[in-house]
């Protein structure tokens, strides 16, 4: 009997939308306006290419395809279970055409021509003019195992879930037994190698696109072949982690013993090449494009680099990082009562805590500078402007979001008639916007610094400006992402969609739930330069020159 599947509507809008918003942050966002292409805004725009293509190869829920839990064995086909197309297919569709979808927008988001007269180019570019010949063949070698080793497990049969129970076997002990089962070798291997089989040409189809893509105006030949180069790199670098986490899902399927034979102890080896292949393609760096010797000389020794106040501001940027991954790295490891009081309000209690920790240090250090560097007798500066238009609309974007979550959860609450589960998010989001307050008046009433050079003064508060407004957007869309999917039923029930069993989250919130965090993952290690808005400043004032 042929399968029947029926693709649901959020399968087609979805990837139209994030297409669209994708796209606008590329062109609008990561491109400086009017500064066209140059080594370094081309490079950033490589860099956050490869970053959200990167985010978006995570195989994590598609792991246990072909697994069918113990415990529920009355209606194995519905739910998480991805054991039919229904569950399967969107698991793999999202990242492997994620990726690729993301790295082909990249290469249609540069900007347009300016000049009237185009220059033509007689020379025919081909794939292997710009392909990395090492990490090509890496990749291949790579495909080629996760091929081969899907399809042996194709070959390992069938197991059905045993509920997890006790056995005695004397007076005095008993054994636990159960596990979960799984379907044939065969319709798992059907569609990972469809998968691979996908990746593999819409990979091939990508390198086309860089290869053939225009060539960019305001560059010299070497440094677009360089920039087809990096591109390529990128991308051969995460489609050979995705096949490797192909390989992966396998091994999880294929590790898994028997119920009925007792054993429920089982170990997936195809995890360790899979991490090592992980870890070859984070260190596998690109090459870089070399910017105009005069840019390079400004940034080698920028003007008041060598200022104590730069160096404190500077050192204050590496202390933000030790104090987001403070709580996660005492609270697990030597105080887990931490974690157990942020737990007491969920995870939007643990983003408050890490919230909380980055101002006090932002609020400490500009205490600091004060006291060390500034003089009541020295004029105050305030910078033109803070930070730039990219970083105004990602923090207004934020804001809007987590509104938007909030009134819908709070409506799709009411609507179950269940409490308030957006309350804490709310609370604790406010919270953190209070927390803010004192770093910024603490940069806003500072005194000056004597001895300075011109603007210094003004580009040190602008950093530490642009640092809260970065801080308070990442936590605005991490509250947001938590409230979608920790209350993905409410929304369902907004949208008039009951998913069943009552247990099961609404896939569409979880999802749009798991890219709100990873986009706030990303406003938060975002360094200073990218949107600090300089290029409106002069041109040797220091808060242009200044990248932390």
């Known amino acids: 009997m042929p399968v029947q599947f029926e693709l649901p509507p959020m399968m087609l809008l979805g990837p139209l939308v994030a297409a669209v918003v994708l796209y606008l942050i590329l062109r609008w966002v990561v491109w400086e306006p ?24 995570s195989l994590q829920g598609a792991m246990n395809i072909g697994i069918i839990p113990a415990g529920r064995t009355t209606n194995p086909v519905i739910g998480p279970f991805l054991v039919t197309p229904e569950t399967m297919i969107p698991a793999l569709a999202w990242p492997i055409l994620g990726v690729l979808g993301i790295h082909a927008l990249g290469q249609v988001s ?36 996760a091929a081969v080793f899907i399809a042996w497990t194709g070959t390992l049969r069938a197991y059905a879930p045993l509920p997890y129970g006790s056995l005695g076997e004397d007076p005095e002990g008993f054994r636990t037994i159960g596990g979960d089962g799984r379907i044939a070798g065969i319709g798992l291997a059907a569609w990972l190698g469809t998968a691979l089989v996908v990746l593999a040409a819409g990979t091939w189809a990508v390198l086309l696109l860089i290869s053939r893509r225009r060539q960019l105006e305001q560059l010299t030949d070497h440094d677009n072949s360089m920039l087809r180069t990096i591109a390529m790199n990128r991308l051969l670098r995460t489609v050979a982690t995705v096949a490797s986490g192909l390989a992966i899902i396998a091994g999880n399927f294929a590790a898994r013993p028997d119920p009925a034979a007792g054993s429920m102890s089982w170990t997936n080896f195809a995890g360790i090449p899979g991490m090592a292949v992980l870890l070859a393609m984070l260190i596998w760096a690109p090459p870089k494009l070399a910017g105009p010797a005069g840019s390079k000389a400004r940034l080698a020794n920028p003007a008041g680099g060598s200022h104590p106040a730069t160096r404190l501001v500077v050192s204050i940027g590496a202390a933000l990082g030790v104090a987001a991954a403070l709580p996660l790295l005492v609270g697990v490891f030597f105080v887990p009562a931490i974690m157990g009081a942020a737990a007491g309000y969920g995870p939007p209690g643990f983003v408050a805590l890490v919230t909380l920790l980055v101002l006090l240090v932002l609020a400490a250090g500009e205490l600091l500078l004060g006291r060390n560097y500034s003089a009541p007798e020295e004029r105050r500066s305030w910078p033109r402007q803070p930070f730039g238009p990219a970083l105004l609309t990602t923090a207004i974007l934020a804001l809007l979001i987590f509104l938007a979550a909030l009134v819908v959860t709070a409506h799709g609450n009411s609507l179950l008639g269940q409490d308030g589960g ?16 004192p770093a910024f008046f603490a940069a806003r009433f500072r005194y000056g610094i004597p001895g300075a050079p011109p603007g210094l003064d003004g580009a040190l508060r602008a950093i530490t400006v642009y ?14 992402g938590l409230l979608l999917l920790a209350n993905s039923r409410a929304l369902a029930a907004v949208f008039g969609t009951s998913p069943a069993p009552p247990a099961i989250p609404w896939w569409p919130a979880s999802l749009a739930g798991a890219l709100l965090a990873a986009a706030a993952v990303v406003i938060a290690v975002i360094p200073v330069g990218k949107f600090a808005g300089s290029k409106r400043l002069p041109a040797r004032r220091p808060d242009q020159d200044l990248v932390t």
């Open 34 to 57: 009017k500064m066209g292409a140059s080594p370094e805004t081309v490079s950033q725009h490589a860099l956050w290419v490869g970053a959200i293509g990167w985010m978006a190869s």
């Open 110 to 145: 540069y900007p347009r021509p300016k000049r009237l007269r185009r220059k033509a180019s007689l020379h025919v570019r081909k794939i292997r003019d710009f392909l990395p010949r090492p990490l090509a063949w890496t990749t291949l070698a790579i495909f080629a195992a």
């Open 422 to 437: 957006w309350i804490p998010s709310a609370v604790l989001s406010a919270a953190g916007v209070a927390a803010a307050l």
């Open 467 to 480: 640092r809260i407004v970065r801080t308070l957007a990442a936590m605005l869309m991490a509250q947001a």
